[in-house]
């Protein structure tokens, strides 16, 4: 039926190293040109965990060069898929924090596993860093002002209840029916005749994603300074001994 399952894997946890997310933009890319496909499954085949966002070792002990080319990578991707024409729904198997939200935020659909280990949301606060402006725009974009307001302050990690009540995803099904969940909205979705749909699709998306295009390079200048900052790579430096911690 001209859907693709894109899978990521990049053990343990997803994360999105400069490796993955240029592997990724490139399938995409590919996927987008391949006139035989109209829809895209995300999902992932790391177990437990959907994708642990973008890739910490990338933003933490680098030089600013590679700063500026990780993060130019990082809107590469997500121009890519909020731009997309086909349709692109997400099983969520698994942890989505940050830049793991970001990739679900970005499709049509959003369906989640009920586990409560699971969760989802745009974290960065609690990293002691602060979500670019278009993650912001996104969010407002899904779940309002105010819920987004509140959930980026706090940097709240949802559970699938919790993203379902605030409408981070669309649906929460019993773990072993996210894929076939996913398949049948996907059949939904492709009784729409693409022209209309996409048409639709970018009508609402397009002034967020210009909002990125046209001020990208500010951007990679802002990110870089500020992740280059002492005190933030103090907290990062924190946080991934926190992570470390964890296990011991
Ligand atoms: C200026 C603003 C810029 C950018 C916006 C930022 C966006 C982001 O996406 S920042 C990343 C945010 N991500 C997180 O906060 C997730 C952190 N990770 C976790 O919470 C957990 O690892 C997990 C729930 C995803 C999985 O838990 P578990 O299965 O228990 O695995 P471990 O915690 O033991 O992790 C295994 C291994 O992976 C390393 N790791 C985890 N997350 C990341 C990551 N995002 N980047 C790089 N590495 C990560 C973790 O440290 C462990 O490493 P070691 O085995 O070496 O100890």
Request: with cysteine; hydrophobic share 45%; charged share 15%.
């Given at each position: 039926m001209g859907v693709a399952v894109m899978k990521l894997r990049n053990p343990p946890v997803n994360s999105l190293s400069l490796e993955c997310l240029t592997e990724f933009t490139i399938s995409l890319e590919k996927l987008e040109n391949d006139k035989s496909i109209r829809g895209v499954i995300l999902t992932s085949e790391c177990?437990?965990?959907?994708?642990?966002?973008?890739?910490?070792?990338?933003?933490?002990?680098?030089?600013?060069?590679?700063?500026?080319?990780?993060?130019?990578?990082?809107?590469?991707?997500?121009?890519?898929?909020?731009?997309?024409?086909?349709?692109?729904?997400?099983?969520?198997?698994?942890?989505?924090?940050?830049?793991?939200?970001?990739?679900?935020?970005?499709?049509?659909?959003?369906?989640?596993?009920?586990?409560?280990?699971?969760?989802?949301?745009?974290?960065?606060?609690?990293?002691?860093?602060?979500a670019p402006f278009w993650f912001k725009d996104m969010y407002v974009n899904t779940i309002g002002h105010r819920e987004a307001e509140r959930a980026l302050q706090l940097g709240t990690l949802f559970s699938p209840a919790e993203a379902l009540k605030v409408g981070v995803v669309d649906e929460v099904v019993p773990e072993d029916q996210v894929h076939s969940k996913a398949r049948s909205v996907m059949t939904k979705w492709l009784a729409i005749p693409d022209h209309s749909r996409q048409l639709t699709k970018n009508m609402m998306r397009k002034a967020t994603a210009d909002n990125l295009i046209k001020q990208r390079e500010a951007d990679i200048q802002n990110f870089t300074s500020f992740i280059s900052k002492d005190s933030i790579q103090k907290s990062l430096h924190m946080y991934l001994e926190k992570l470390k911690q964890k296990k011991g």
């Open positions: 177990p437990g965990i959907f994708s642990a966002g973008l890739d910490l070792l990338e933003m933490y002990g680098r030089n600013p060069a590679h700063y500026a080319e990780y993060w130019k990578n990082v809107q590469e991707l997500w121009l890519r898929l909020y731009t997309s024409n086909m349709i692109l729904v997400s099983a969520i198997n698994g942890a989505s924090p940050a830049g793991g939200c970001l990739l679900a935020l970005c499709c049509d659909y959003r369906v989640m596993a009920d586990n409560p280990k699971y969760t989802i949301g745009l974290n960065e606060s609690l990293l002691g860093i602060v």
